[in-house]
């Protein structure tokens, strides 16, 4: 049997046992979303690289897939994920990077995960084997299952397999540094955003912003003109501890929130260490924090915040709470895909 | 009859005076949209102002149980917006208002019936501009674009429609305004922005749309390389992918539509080609330079035998006259033409091309290619006389012969205009049962009682038979003002 066939027998089985499945690839996000009950369904076997054509700019693979394994592939044809997925020291899986939906440091200039994904391979609750989108750039037959599927945390299927667009890796990079404090770096980065700059990516933190310029040799050594500031040496492991979490920021904090915001939202008032990411769109603060407080302040904004890591299965939930029409809706899709309530249960929300 | 004298009433009651049409004068201009092959007047066609009359139009239908479709511009190619006669056509055009623009945002808050080109155009004097470009972006709105996840030219770069949209807010068939994405980079919960895009009104109506804006590029210039072999053309769209370059626009044009266009615009195609590429690069004046200088190079090594680069802006516009001009010019040459919409992966392009050329000879039917090449999405253009009695039966076939080739070389049967009515049959060659069930039952998630554009894009089992085509009669195609390309 096959390791497709075997775990859809599994869901088969415990689809007529309505017995919960917890899905997991590399576990390298085991702490985001609430915690599982149920019986370990692992992904991590259904491993390889299917189909790769770098004419197309089309990559696709299993979903047990390590990320490492896919950028090396593609690195080889000189190409990458525009949505920089952390890989959480090579554990992580493709299809736990679009099923989490996080995307890294280049997201609010390139795109993010769900920009990406043309088409999976999955298995519903039922365990029927069902296949959206598909290899091809445009493609608009069909409603688009296969984005929907981004961000879903397992509970709408298990992926199989994804076929996502790549990017040419850029000509040219540079990193530049400016000394600034947050309300001013916000500012600089609203205002370069409406320019013909070829950002790819944005950070401020510890009294500095960060600013990393990719494209063609002549548009970055033009905007790197434009913009001044003092070139950073280490620019690629500066980005990589940040798409990874790895500043010390990150590490030091019981809990972290990640607070996802218009990217002009000032500065929140709240005192503490702050990080900052995709333009002002993403602000890292380190917990604990009041939830209420914090979550009421982000919808005023017309954001939300995520209680990005914590406890296992915090009161305050994880997620910011949906109203009751938007849940009513989720409701209604998960007993689309997993009438039984099988997969990963509770992940994202008690009622999903 | 009671119960639909009940409706019109109701409807009466939640709009305002002249905003419910339902004598058969004031129906006739919504018997259709673009594919005028399929014409049918609707029950009546309701006009409301502002998203609290969207709201009370879809209450009223959904008590008592009659379809609604929602219609923008009504430039769609597909059949999205065709009547039923049992159906309220809900027109948006009245909600065209520019909410906001938010320049350092970067965002465009506007109503659904505001046109894809106002938004770029009150962008204008900020720098920036709304990138996704249908061929109708004059006329075709925005809440269409949302419906359709409409391409354009330059989607290669920038997109489509999903790729451009922070949140919508749409009015479910109960009558329940939701909000959907947010102006933040994510939404809690499920992705339902990029679900509800392209799902062609059949799971809610959009009643306001935040777009993204981008700067606008400092310059752009074309290059334009002529081919002596399609197959060379084909291969010389993946070289360029393949070379890591993602230009503004890769098109292609071959040998049929330059001896159609040629003679209308002038734009310099040499007549002996048997294709001609058009490859846009837009940025700030150097990078346009440094990339046009590697285009070039990829062309003449795949075969090119010769390249010109615009100079200029005329220049620029010139060369790409002829390449809006095909559609129309196609209806100079020809009493009829039906119009297809199928995607492959670009390096299937050569091959395809080839395969639709042989299948010329099985129809008798000539077909002119003009299409995205770098989306590797084809607009094969079959030439026919509906006048001569079994031309119309041929060319279906052939155009269905070709969507199945697309789906054969792990393609789809539309690329960028939609299921609707006109490829609803196709569904059943690309999509198997469960999946069609899956759409069924996702359509239900929103609209339970299947009231909101019902029989459109999603094919029930049953009925996987039968082909349909943009019909275009006498060269007489639906918008003639509209560039189709």
Redesign the interface.
Known sequence: MSELQSLQERIRAAAAATQPLRIRGGGSKDFYGRALAGELLDVSALSGITHC??????ISARAGTPLAVLERELSAH??MLGFEPPRFEGRATIGGAVAS?LSGPR??YC??V??FVLGVEML?GRG?????G????????????S??M???LGT?GLLTEITVKT???P?AECTLRFEMDQERALESM??W??????LSATAWHDGALYVRLS?????V??GREVLGGEVISDAEQFWDSIREQRLPFFAAAQELWRV?????SPELPIPGPAMIE?GG??RWLPGPQDSGTLRELAARF???A?LYRARVNPPEGT????LP??LL??K??K???DPQGILNRGR??PAL | MAFVNDVIDRLRCVLSAGALLASTEELKPYECDALTLYRQLPLAVALPADEAEVAAVLRACAQARVPVIARGAGTGLSGGATPRPDAVVMSLARLNRIISIDPLARTARVQPGVRNLAISEAAAPHGLYYAPDPSSQIACTIGGNVAENSGGVHCLKYGLTVHNLLALRVVSIEGEVLEIGSHALDAPGYDLLALLTGSEGLLAVVSEVTVRLIPRPQCARVVLAVFDSLAAAGQAVADVIAAGIVPAGLEMMDRSTIAAVEPFVHAGYPLDAEAVLLCECDGTAHEVEEEILRVEAVLSRAGARECRVSRDEAQRLRFWAGRKAAFPAMGAISPDYYCMDGSIPRQRLASVLQAIREMEGKYGLRCSNVFHAGDGNLHPLILFDSSIADEVARAEAFGGEILELCVREGGSITGEHGVGLEKINHMCVQFGSAELEAFHAVKSAFDPHGLLNPGKAVPTLHRCAEFGRLHVRGGNVPHPELPRF
Do not use: C
């Not at chain 1, 029927?128 to 959206?132: C, D, M």
């Not at chain 1, 955003?193 to 070829?198: I, K, Q, V, Y």
């Not at chain 1, 494209?215 to 548009?219: H, K, P, S, T």
């Not at chain 1, 996802?260 to 002009?264: G, Q, R």
């Open positions: 054509e770098p004419t197309e700019l089309v000189d190409q939906g997201r609010a795109g993010a769900r920009d519903d029927q084997l069902l296949r959206f598909g290899k091809v750039i445009k493609n608009v037959a069909g409603f688009d299952v984005r929907l981004a961000g879903s709408l990017v040419p890796r000509r609203a205002r955003a409406t320019r013909a700059l070829p494209g063609a040799d002549a548009a050594r033009v996802s915001l218009p990217s002009h995709w769109s993403l017309g954001g939300h995520t997620f910011q709470p949906l029409a938007m809706l989720h209604r899709l007993a689309v895909f994202i929300y």
